[in-house]
Structures are given as C-alpha cells and as structure tokens.
C-alpha cells in the first residue's frame, strides 16, 4: 500500500498565502493520478496565525478528493486545532499519541503530535507496547537532534526532541518527522520538509513523500510550486577564462538545483557572489547580464560585497587547483552545494587573506 506525507504546510487565508493552497492541491492531484488514498500531514498543516478553516475546507471537501483520507497531527504552530472543528468526513485531527494498527496501513503507525514540554522519548515510552507487530512506523513533530543541528529561521529554538539514541533505543523502521522545514533523508529518518517555500530561506525544489508501507522505501516527488526560491553563493576565481568560468557558475546555480529553463521564470533568487577577480566591472556586467531576467529577492540586487580584485598569478594558480581537486571530492563525496561554496570561500580567504 502506498501512502502520501507532507508537513508544515503552515496554510494561512489565501488571500495572504494563496501559493500554499496552490501547493496542497498539486499533492491531491499527484496523488490522484498514482491511485493513492491516503495523505499523513505530520504536523503544522496551518499556520499559528490561522484561525478560519474554511478555505481549507472547501479544497479538501471537492468531489474529486473525496477518496482521499487526510490525517494530521497537531503542531507547534496549530497546536490548538481539535478534531472537532471540521465536518470533512475525509479528514482527521490527531491530538494525543495514536496507534493506527496494521490491517490499516499495512504497518503498525504511532502518531505523536507536538505536546509542549514533553520529550519525544517520553511519549514513545508512555505509548511504546500496544503494537501488533516487530516493525512499526513513527509519525511525530519536533526537532531531531543527531550531533548537530540546523538553525531554521522560520523555527527558533527547540520543539519536543527526538534523539538518535531514540531511534536506536525503540526502533522504528522508519521515522516521518515535521517541524523542520528542510529536507533530510537517512536509511531510517525522513523529513518531508515544507512542501511550498515559505521564504528565501527554504531554498531549491519542493517534494512530498510517496511512502510504500509493504517495502518500507519511499521516494521524493517533485510538487509544482508557483515560486521557487533560491538561496545561493558562488566563488569566483581569476583565471585566464574567468569570464567563462563566471558563465558556468552562474549556470551551475540552475542546473545543480535541477532548476529547467522552463522554471526559471518561477525562480526568486537571492545571490551573494564572493572571491576574486582580475576585473571587478566586467565580472559584474556578466552577472547582471546573465541574471537580467531571472527575478531578484526583495530588493532586487545580487550582494557583491565579498567580491575583491586580484592580480597575484602565483595566488590565482594555487586556488585555481584548489577549486579542481575540492571539486573532484565533493563530486566523490555528494557533499551539498551550500557547503561547497562555504569550503571554497574559506579557501579564498586563507589564499588571498594577507593581501
């Protein structure tokens, strides 16, 4: 059986986020066309401003989904929404720790919805026995933490925490987390991650998770979002073909996001462009030029600030082999293209530093 998971929808009115209605209703449709009837929203399907349901109400009542059974757990932000509040028959509100058993979905599920002050380990053990079977799926909303975490702007601070040791302690076969807004994925974690970008911040393509409770593999599907923001820094480093080398980057912006011609014209882009050049006003037109019809963040220009002059050949040559070699191990290594450009500009400022 497969089944459709998202979270962190964070609906408003449409009148002031109508791209999220838009982004919900592409999944139904996706979903629609796979022959798949079930949808688990993991957390934060509205927004904590959010206090009339109707829109909501009236794309998920449409003749067309009603086949399609939705079932959310509360979140931080939508913590006080009670099942009560809905008269769709095709939708469900969870707000206590839940266990959908195995003629149902295939595997036991236990659904933890955010309950304030409470770690996650607390309530799995609280809810840990009445299970049917040795494999069993979790379905929970909170922050994960496994040795480092990522600040996520639109989520300051810690939410209901799920620890590795967790995972190993109780051992779920699969873990759907919400909360966290960017994508993750691990042999047993997966973060749907928001399924429409909320701002500049949550960066590249979003997807929504088609889920196989027979096999336990899942995949990513792509949803069609009306924005697509990016997010992006490039290094640039004097070189004989600098201005080619400029092209090229500026290109592997799209193409490394597996950003189409077609969904440029989708694309909001912020860009902080770093490194060296032999020639600060030719670098720039080049830039702007190739950038000229792509639309800007705010407001409306690309920060060039770490962007200094350099004529030091003996400096261009050791970063220039530096840029081959720690572009052979990232390739090696899949390492993502943020971390990318933050070792390249480290590597630019150590090279050129005592200029």
Same mark, same amino acid.
């Given at each position: 059986?497969?089944?459709?998971?998202?979270?962190?929808?964070?609906?408003?009115?449409?009148?002031?986020?109508?791209?999220?209605?838009?982004?919900?209703?592409?999944?139904? %449709?996706?979903?629609?066309?796979?022959?798949?009837?079930?949808?688990?929203?993991?957390?934060?399907?509205?927004?904590? +401003? !959010?206090?009339?349901?109707?829109?909501?109400?009236?794309?998920?009542? /449409?003749?067309?989904?009603?086949?399609?059974?939705?079932?959310?757990?509360?979140?931080?932000?939508?913590?006080?929404?009670?099942?009560?509040?809905?008269?769709?028959?095709?939708?469900?509100?969870? %707000?206590?720790?839940?266990?959908?058993?195995?003629?149902?979905?295939?595997?036991?599920?236990?659904?933890?919805?955010?309950?304030?002050?409470?770690?996650?380990?607390?309530?799995?053990?609280?809810?840990?026995?009445?299970?049917?079977?040795?494999?069993?799926?979790?379905?929970?909303?909170?922050?994960?933490?496994?040795?480092?975490? +990522?600040? %996520?702007?639109?989520?300051?601070?810690?939410?209901?925490? /799920? /620890?590795?040791?967790?995972?190993?302690?109780?051992?779920?076969?699969?873990?759907?987390?919400?909360?966290?807004?960017?994508?993750?994925?691990?042999?047993?974690?997966?973060?749907?991650?928001?399924?429409?970008?909320?701002?500049?911040?949550?960066?590249?393509?979003?997807?929504?998770?088609?889920?196989?409770?027979?096999? /336990?593999?899942? #995949?990513?599907?792509?949803?069609?979002?009306?924005?697509?923001?990016?997010?992006?820094?490039?290094?640039?480093?004097?070189?004989?073909?600098?201005?080619?080398?400029?092209?090229?980057?500026? #290109?592997?912006?799209?193409?490394?996001?597996?950003?189409?011609? !077609?969904?440029?014209?989708?694309?909001?882009?912020?860009?902080?462009?770093?490194?060296?050049?032999?020639?600060?006003?030719?670098?720039?037109?080049?830039?702007?030029?190739?950038?000229?019809?792509?639309?800007?963040?705010?407001?409306?220009?690309?920060?060039? %600030?770490?962007?200094?002059?350099?004529?030091?050949?003996?400096?261009?040559?050791?970063?220039?082999?530096?840029?081959?070699?720690?572009?052979?191990?990232?390739?090696?290594?899949?390492?993502?293209?943020?971390?990318?450009?933050?070792?390249?500009?480290?590597?630019? +400022?150590?090279?050129?530093?005592?200029?």
């Amino acid at each position: 059986m497969k089944i459709a998971i998202t979270a962190d929808c964070h609906l408003k009115s449409d009148e002031s986020s109508p791209e999220r209605y838009k982004t919900l209703k592409n999944i139904l %449709d996706r979903m629609l066309e796979r022959d798949i009837i079930t949808l688990i929203i993991a957390g934060d399907l509205f927004d904590k +401003d !959010a206090n009339n349901y109707t829109k909501f109400e009236k794309l998920a009542g /449409l003749k067309k989904y009603s086949e399609i059974k939705m079932i959310t757990i509360r979140g931080n932000h939508d913590i006080n929404i009670l099942p009560d509040q809905f008269t769709l028959p095709n939708f469900t509100v969870i %707000d206590k720790p839940t266990w959908k058993m195995k003629d149902k979905f295939g595997i036991d599920f236990l659904f933890i919805p955010y309950i304030r002050n409470k770690k996650m380990a607390q309530v799995i053990e609280e809810n840990i026995i009445p299970r049917q079977s040795e494999d069993w799926v979790l379905v929970c909303h909170g922050n994960l933490i496994h040795g480092h975490r +990522d600040v %996520d702007p639109y989520e300051k601070g810690i939410y209901m925490p /799920l /620890l590795s040791a967790d995972i190993q302690r109780y051992k779920p076969a699969r873990v759907f987390i919400g909360h966290i807004h960017k994508p993750y994925d691990s042999t047993e974690i997966i973060i749907p991650g928001s399924p429409c970008g909320l701002d500049i911040t949550e960066s590249g393509k979003r997807s929504f998770i088609v889920f196989d409770t027979t096999t /336990l593999e899942y #995949e990513r599907e792509v949803v069609k979002n009306t924005t697509i923001f990016l997010d992006a820094q490039i290094s640039i480093i004097p070189a004989e073909d600098e201005m080619d080398f400029i092209q090229n980057e500026i #290109e592997g912006i799209f193409s490394r996001r597996g950003i189409s011609k !077609a969904d440029k014209k989708l694309v909001t882009l912020r860009l902080i462009v770093n490194g060296y050049t032999s020639n600060m006003k030719k670098a720039k037109k080049v830039i702007e030029d190739q950038l000229k019809d792509i639309r800007k963040y705010k407001d409306g220009s690309i920060n060039f %600030d770490n962007l200094k002059i350099s004529n030091d050949i003996e400096r261009d040559f050791i970063i220039k082999k530096f840029k081959e070699e720690i572009g052979n191990q990232i390739s090696k290594n899949n390492v993502d293209s943020a971390l990318e450009e933050e070792i390249m500009k480290n590597a630019l +400022d150590l090279v050129y530093g005592e200029q």
